[in-house]
């Protein structure tokens, strides 16, 4: 009979950070805080996580709270806080044709004058008070949960994408009492917002992001993103980005992760790597949405379904990404208020909350990804003493303990369920065949006594 550990466990991870994240200096993998161990990320992110979205104007407001609950019913740790560029747009060129109404925005609508939407033009030369006071209070309660939040500085998608964005930007110059904002190329869609071809938009962007740090730096649950899938002519101003909050940190009491995510359409991981990013999100290339390659350390992987599927991915997914070293996220419809859900999700949050169950009970610092010493391929490992592996469907599997000394223990996990149960110990120093008990997919893990 399987006993529900799972649960159990769920029910004692809530701990709020102690101190920010930095790489785990014997397996950068992952990141660790002062506790000294490594952390595994999971987490389910929906658009609407920051600023209000939706059909009516002004927008209805988002229930911060009872998503951190839904977090935590989950056991997840880790967030992307959305940030939308636009005041209006539509789901059009993902799924359906829904207008939504956005805001707040980090500049106060003031006038005089109207924005080409109708109302009171931006002051890009002040902050709203609204939406970082917004920002900060969603961080506090987000850490006292446990729970990491990854702030992004900018959109790229919607003003690629989005009919029209570039009449709903704060720097279309029709829309800000500055003047600021330019369109270089003629072709009114305002792309070079995100490249380095305008000094002025770019100065205005550092002070926003220096103001994000200053009202956030004190907090140790805090991660950046610079961009949301930009164009990749967003290179160079992306890395200028991330170089501008190394620097500006370092300055202050605390330092933070910054990460660099795919550039949609066309971005190649390599530039992720290439980045001077602390952590990436990559595209499908190179099987990171079926078979993900083994992390081997150069940069913490987030893998994200935003940037494999949009909306998608299945538990095994996230089975596979734990097992060559890494931290799986969902893309998450959530309430349905942005895009349509679908009951078919579940599965996935579980399984985030289940693989984090599991990391917490392994000594993830010292695993890596060992897929040859399993027969399935999907094996993380600390030979000789510890290995975890992804069964995807009900069979034996051979693994290879020619490192280990004695027998080891031996747990079975129902990945759909996260009902964990032993089996009789085995012996090392060979290699062993095991029969799966589970019907459907599982994870074996074996460690010594």
Not at 88 to 115: D, K, M, Q, S, V
Not at 239 to 268: A, L, N
Request: glycine share 10%; aromatic share 10%; with cysteine.
């Amino acid at each position: 009979m399987f006993a529900y550990l799972a649960l159990e466990v769920l029910l004692m991870t809530h701990q709020a950070a102690a101190g920010p994240l930095r790489l785990h200096p014997d397996n950068p993998r992952y990141f660790t805080d002062d506790s000294g161990r490594a952390i595994l990320l999971v987490g389910a992110h929906t658009w609407n996580n920051l600023q209000d979205m939706g059909e009516t104007d002004p927008p209805p407001a988002f229930d911060w709270d009872a998503y951190l609950d839904f977090l935590g019913n989950h056991n997840h740790n880790f967030v992307r806080m959305w940030r939308w560029e636009l005041t209006i747009w539509n789901t059009g060129p993902n799924y359906g044709n829904r207008h939504h109404f956005c805001e707040p925005h980090p500049w106060p609508r003031t006038g005089p004058g109207l924005a080409l939407d109708g109302k009171p033009k931006f002051d890009l030369s002040r902050f709203d008070d609204a939406y970082f006071g917004r920002l900060r209070s969603r961080l506090e309660s987000a850490g006292e949960r446990g729970v990491y939040v990854s702030i992004m500085l900018f959109e790229g998608w919607g003003t690629q994408f989005v009919e029209n964005a570039w009449a709903a930007h704060p720097f279309n110059p029709a829309n800000n009492v500055n003047g600021i904002g330019s369109d270089p190329n003629g072709d009114g869609k305002g792309l070079e917002v995100h490249e380095l071809v305008d000094p002025q938009m770019t100065a205005v962007q550092e002070a926003y992001v220096r103001h994000v740090i200053d009202t956030v730096n004190d907090l140790d649950n805090v991660l950046y993103e610079i961009s949301n899938e930009n164009h990749p002519p967003s290179t160079e101003w992306q890395y200028h980005m991330i170089r501008f909050i190394h620097d500006y940190e370092r300055t202050k009491p605390r330092q933070h992760p910054v990460g660099m995510t795919f550039q949609y359409q066309g971005g190649s991981n390599q530039a992720l790597f290439d980045s001077p990013a602390d952590w990436i999100s990559p595209n499908p290339e190179g099987g990171y949405n079926d078979a993900p390659p083994p992390a081997d350390g150069s940069k913490v992987i987030i893998n994200d379904t935003d940037h494999l599927w949009g909306i998608g991915g299945n538990q095994a997914w996230v089975y596979k990404t734990l097992c060559r070293g890494m931290n799986p996220i969902f893309m998450d419809p959530y309430d349905g208020r942005i895009l349509e859900t679908d009951d078919k999700w579940e599965a996935i949050r579980r399984a985030l909350g289940y693989a984090r169950t599991l990391a917490e009970r392994i000594d993830l610092a010292h695993m890596t990804p060992r897929g040859d010493l399993a027969s399935t391929g999907f094996c993380l490992a600390k030979p000789g003493e510890e290995y975890v592996i992804y069964l995807p469907a009900k069979a034996d599997v051979t693994v290879d303990l020619t490192e280990a000394q004695g027998k080891l223990n031996v747990e079975w996990t129902n990945a759909s369920t996260g009902e964990t149960a032993p089996a009789a110990p085995v012996e090392g120093g060979a290699k062993v065949r095991l029969g799966c008990p589970v019907d459907g997919d599982a994870v074996l893990r074996l460690f010594l006594k």
